[in-house]
């Protein structure tokens, strides 16, 4: 559908291929019998079987390949969730992993950009954020072409995330970036050995550059770190047969649609409704169907990639869900361990089975309602239909993830607070921590905007804790205008003055005063800081940074990062479409 917004000539869609007969899943219908190849031969006049009123044996991939040659098409991939779930998955192995060493490829490390940023720094506790490259690709080589259809060469990216694991390793985001993102593409090197120019481009078109089956994914990492100012320490790349292996090993992925997706939607080629492929509501897929409900964009909302990535967020969500509640048994995980990895593409650092092993294990104690979605801060160009990343919220949001600070402006560099030091001079004494009061029910209708005065990180989401632990229905809104609170003020609106004052119970020394807006915010000082151990930052040429070296809080995120966040425990029928019509 040429002149949508979301789409342009580097994003050409042809027909996908049809879905295994072997793949009905919880409540889908048979698939068509002549599939996608057919609906391109009856499209071109050709006749074949599948469709009303026709017979249908003898069709499928196999008879269209046989009777017509196939047309050239450009097709999108999101496999980024095998990624995800090998790493969930990595934990619960042991010797199998000796058998895939020979599976797993990996890429050149002299392709990685050597200007790069700075590694994250470990805190006392030796404690380490960790950021992971997840690129899915529509590589045609191997036996792709058959699930995601066409014979084109080279591969792209059509699908990318940047997951930061927090240094406490219980928290974690992935940041979907737009695939037609117009962004710097530095200077990457080619299969013969050179280096391009780089310029501005289309984001995917960096896993492009060289045209190889295989990508280049090195030149995807590069881009990332220079869009993002935030240093890679590993990159994983799966391709069509890793993602349709791993639904299959776990018996399919929960999803939920809200509305019936038809041939028509799947192929907009077709030019007419077709068959049903996966009906409204909630189901189970796997394989194929996995696949066109992760590739859909056409016939749900405004048709656009950002629909696309909400579902992408709700399929991984679902995943790894499932993969935390369910696990694994021996006579799945080493199918599935063995067709992921021979689907794998790492960087140099995750190349054998033992450093896969060892990165998994690191990651087991991720709470699904801490795992997070979002997207980078995005907008439509008016010169034409890509998309412009933007500013200064999508530099505000990495550095967010540089200070290790959730989207909900938690603290979690993982650093153990220490014993409320002696104040020094011109500071308030620590208060002592009274018993917390029995929680009264009625503070649920109690709305509370949490603010951090100082430059403590994560303190607001701390008192945030504190005041939910009461039952009061509070928010962390963020940095309050000003970082030089010593004490705790609750300001309240019009007739909200004695709810400020019982919450004031909650906050020893806090000073209550009458605000200017309707309800109650608490700007929390340096008081509650020391009474945390979580001594305030001081300013510094080039940032502020934290007691223990840790960076400063960054400027609040917007709301419309956080307000669309996704957490992998969220209705799966929620957030799952962009825009209208369809």
Request: charged share 20%; with cysteine; net charge positive.
């Amino acid at each position: 559908m040429a002149g949508r917004r979301g789409e342009s000539p580097a994003r050409d869609e042809g027909a996908p291929e049809a879905l295994p007969a072997e793949e009905k899943a919880g409540g889908v219908p048979a698939p068509r019998s002549g599939g996608r190849a057919e609906a391109r031969r009856a499209a071109q006049g050709k006749g074949g079987g599948g469709g009303a009123g026709k017979d249908g044996g003898g069709g499928g991939r196999a008879a269209a390949r046989r009777s017509a040659k196939p047309k050239k098409n450009v097709k999108k991939i999101v496999a980024w969730s095998a990624a995800g779930v090998l790493v969930l998955i990595a934990g619960t192995g042991g010797a199998i992993y000796y058998k895939l060493n020979a599976n797993i490829k990996s890429f050149d490390a002299d392709a990685i950009a050597t200007d790069r940023p700075p590694e994250a720094k470990a805190d006392a506790d030796g404690n380490k954020p960790v950021n992971i490259l997840l690129i899915g690709s529509d590589s045609r080589g191997g036996n792709n072409s058959d699930l995601g259809g066409g014979e084109d060469g080279g591969a792209r990216s059509d699908t990318t995330i940047l997951l930061h694991v927090y240094a406490d390793h219980k928290h974690a985001v992935g940041i979907s970036i737009p695939r037609n993102a117009i962004v710097p593409v530095p200077s990457c090197k080619l299969p013969n050995g050179k280096w391009t120019k780089g310029g501005n481009d289309l984001f995917n078109a960096a896993f492009s550059v060289g045209g190889s089956d295989g990508g280049n994914p090195a030149c995807t990492q590069n881009t990332i770190e220079k869009v993002t100012g935030i240093r890679i320490d590993h990159t994983m790349v799966v391709d069509f047969n890793g993602f349709s292996a791993m639904t299959k090993a776990v018996n399919g992925v929960d999803i939920c649609l809200p509305k019936p997706i038809y041939e028509g939607d799947i192929n907009p080629n077709l030019h007419k409704k077709g068959n049903l492929v996966l009906p409204q509501g909630k189901q189970t897929v796997q394989g194929q169907q996995a696949l066109d409900y992760v590739r859909l964009r056409h016939g749900i909302g405004d048709g656009s990639d950002i629909g696309r990535m909400k579902r992408q967020q709700a399929f991984m969500s679902s995943l790894a869900t499932k993969m935390k509640k369910d696990g694994l048994s021996p006579t799945t995980l080493l199918p599935l361990a063995d067709a992921a990895t021979k689907s794998l593409t790492v960087d140099p650092g995750l190349d054998s089975a033992d450093k896969l092993l060892s990165f998994g294990l690191s990651l087991k104690n991720i709470d699904m309602h801490d795992l997070k979605f979002v997207t980078a801060p995005w907008r439509y160009r008016t010169q034409d239909a890509n998309i412009d990343l933007v500013q200064p919220d999508a530099n505000k949001l990495w550095e967010t993830l540089k200070a290790d600070q959730t989207i909900d402006g938690q603290n979690a560099t993982g650093q153990q607070p220490d014993a409320a030091a002696t104040p020094s001079s011109g500071q308030p004494a620590a208060p002592s921590t009274p018993a917390a009061p029995a929680a009264d029910p009625a503070n649920a209708s109690i709305r509370v905007s949490v603010y951090n005065g100082t430059l403590a990180n994560g303190l607001a989401g701390k008192a945030t804790e504190q005041l939910k632990g009461a039952k009061y229905a509070a928010t962390t809104a963020g940095q309050a205008a000003s970082t030089k609170y010593k004490t705790t003020t609750i300001e309240y609106g019009t007739g909200q003055k004695a709810n400020a004052e019982k919450l004031a119970a909650l906050f020893p020394g806090a000073s209550v005063e009458a605000g200017s807006g309707k309800g109650i915010n608490v700007i929390v000082g340096q008081d509650f800081a020391a009474a945390n151990g979580m001594g305030a930052a001081t300013p510094s040429t080039g940032g502020s940074t934290a007691t223990g070296g840790t960076p400063g809080a960054p400027q609040p995120l917007p709301t419309t990062v956080t307000n669309d966040a996704r957490s992998a425990d969220d209705d799966i029928c929620a957030n799952t479409t962009y825009g209208s019509g369809g």
